[in-house]
């Protein structure tokens, strides 16, 4: 207790130089811990994208891409599914429900996801949540949107707004399907999924603004009026995906092989839980790379720290021979620099963690917003305790070697004061 208490009163008696290294190991940690838990958060976010769903059905391509496609709005089709053959594999007697999924307009740069009401009552994210409306009410006619949170906010549209969709993901002038507007039927609640950043629309509606469109281009004389359309067959002639619902997950693989298997058409069925582990280990090098850079950074600050101390031993060797002159045995000048090495990362860790939950409560909106992750801000988990012991333990090795040279100068200084 001696030794710690004089090892407080030298800290003190140097506080500019170890409240520098306090703030260094404070900020390391804190981009230790906070890269890991925006990791932590962003593969949990990333796998609570779509719960509940068995399968995910699309034209043949590989795994990844119809996943990032159809789930994550990323990337583009290679084909359609014929309305015939989704019709079909929707009757099988294993299927319970099924969420059709055409994509490929655009509105200001968000995607439009042309659906229908099945998508509201069955689609699920974070395990069991299913989507709420935060003002509004589902499809009840042709020309109805509901949007996402995001696109609410980031648009300022509110319910009842004519809005205009475009052909293709560029939203220019001659792709806006300008003759048959949308109206703002509801809006959804912030889910945290890319659900927040898509227009949603009927599969009707999506047909009833293709009428006089042809190969991407509207066809010279052939225009249709948005009342005309309404009279028309509506029914889709293809779709981008569908999702679905099985009876028993025992039936998993046995409907998976039947659409693989699927002779009027190549079709392809995933099951998006095994193909989002697939693409995470995918993408899982960078994010153990950012986790390393972050252990650097960590590391150089023990660094800055060790070598503070080595710098202000020479300046310290009167006080150590003060320190033998009383008493101190060498082992205690040993315990004495290590003893101010740990306090000052004990110190610095702290206030790390303190740093990392005040920025998490003052950020916690923006990141949402902005990045779609919910971050939790609870106790450190296991594997958090688990660095920030490291950190510690790193600290007391680093201090060894200043303690060390503590330790010879105090035996061969003696009251020897070299100037």
Request: one cysteine or more; aromatic letters at 8%; a positive charge.
């Amino acid at each position: 207790m001696p030794i710690l208490t004089l090892a407080v009163k030298s800290l003190l008696n140097r506080r500019v130089t170890a409240l520098l290294m306090v703030l260094s190991i404070s900020l390391s940690v804190m981009l230790l811990l906070g890269v890991e838990r925006l990791r932590t958060q962003a593969r949990a976010g990333f796998a609570n994208t779509i719960s509940g769903t068995d399968l995910v059905v699309g034209a043949r391509t590989g795994a990844i891409a119809l996943l990032l496609h159809a789930v994550f709005r990323i990337g583009y089709a290679t084909n359609n599914v014929s309305w015939a053959s989704y019709q079909e594999i929707a009757r099988h007697p294993r299927v319970r429900w099924t969420i059709p999924l055409s994509l490929g307009d655009s509105h200001r740069g968000f995607a439009v996801l042309g659906t229908n009401p099945d998508y509201f009552r069955h689609y699920r994210y974070a395990r069991t949540r299913a989507l709420e409306l935060e003002t509004g009410a589902p499809f009840a006619d042709v020309y109805d949107a509901v949007l996402g949170a995001d696109v609410a906010r980031e648009l300022g549209y509110r319910v009842g707004q004519s809005i205009i969709v475009a052909h293709g993901a560029v939203d220019a002038g001659v792709s806006r399907h300008d003759d048959k507007p949308f109206r703002v039927i509801g809006i959804l609640k912030k889910t945290g999924t890319p659900v927040d950043r898509t227009v949603h629309v009927t599969l009707a509606g999506l047909e009833a603004i293709h009428l006089d469109w042809q190969s991407g281009m509207r066809v010279p004389g052939a225009a249709v009026s948005a009342d005309d359309a309404r009279s028309q067959d509506l029914t889709p002639r293809s779709i981008t995906a569908f999702l679905v619902g099985l009876d028993s997950r025992t039936a998993v693989f046995h409907v998976q092989r039947f659409v693989n298997d699927y002779r009027k058409e190549p079709l392809l069925a995933i099951l998006p839980g095994v193909v989002l582990q697939e693409l995470w280990d995918a993408i899982g090098v960078a994010e153990q790379a950012l986790l390393v850079v972050s252990a650097l950074v960590a590391l150089v600050g023990l660094c800055g720290m060790v070598t503070a101390l080595l710098t202000g031993l020479n300046e310290r060797r009167r006080e150590m021979a003060v320190l033998r002159s009383v008493g101190a045995r060498p082992r205690h000048i040993f315990a004495l620099i290590a003893g101010e090495a740990t306090a000052l990362a004990a110190t610095g860790i702290a206030l790390g963690v303190g740093f990392l939950y005040l920025a998490l409560f003052a950020a916690r909106g923006l990141i949402q917003t902005r990045l779609g992750l919910s971050i939790e801000i609870g106790f450190p988990s296991p594997y958090e305790w688990l660095l920030l012991g490291a950190v510690l333990l790193a600290s007391f090795v680093a201090g060894l070697w200043p303690a060390l040279r503590a330790y010879r100068y105090s035996l061969t200084d003696g009251m020897t004061v070299h100037i």
